[in-house]
């Protein structure tokens, strides 16, 4: 399994150690508004295995001193094994600091460079502006809106696609 490192972030795999972490992360409401409604505790039980068990899937640390920030991963395509969908999540203390931004130009690269991958997709709730523009930052290109077509907590929201590609060589 990969690690990944950057100049403040660690990009490491899951660890069954993280269970907690992640369960916080999942039942935190200001992180799930923008992600999915909060399941119970044996469906996020459920998700967190197959984190354990997927290959690019990284608990965000802090470098110096190893503490969980959030969490980021690519799902690549079984249809189109060259194109992958990112998605991220940062702890409330960590955002705005650029921490997901840090972590999603890292795991770009890695996609690009070590899994085959040539595009990448984002989605993003269209009132999650600040995710939005940590994937703007990064190059990615709004490409979709998708009216409506995702539900949290019993409200519909509008879906924007974005992707990036990889730069030919």
Request: aromatic letters at 10%; one cysteine or more; a negative charge.
């Amino acid at each position: 399994m990969a690690i990944i490192t950057t100049s403040r972030l660690t990009l490491s795999p899951f660890q069954p150690s993280d269970w907690l972490f992640f369960l916080a992360l999942r039942e935190n409401p200001d992180i799930m508004r923008f992600m999915a409604d909060i399941s119970p505790e044996r469906e996020t039980r459920l998700l967190f295995a197959r984190r354990l068990a997927a290959q690019h899937t990284f608990v965000i640390r802090d470098q110096e001193n190893g503490t969980p920030l959030g969490d980021i991963g690519l799902q690549i395509s079984h249809l189109h094994p060259q194109e992958a969908d990112v998605g991220y999540t940062v702890i409330p203390p960590a955002q705005g600091k650029g921490i997901a931004s840090e972590a999603l130009q890292a795991i770009c690269r890695y996609a690009f460079t070590q899994t085959g991958v040539n595009a990448i997709n984002g989605y993003v709730l269209a009132d999650n502006t600040p995710s939005a523009r940590v994937l703007e930052k990064q190059g990615f290109i709004r490409t979709q809106v998708l009216e409506k077509a995702y539900e949290v907590n019993g409200i519909r929201y509008d879906d924007w696609v974005y992707r990036l590609e990889r730069n030919p060589e």
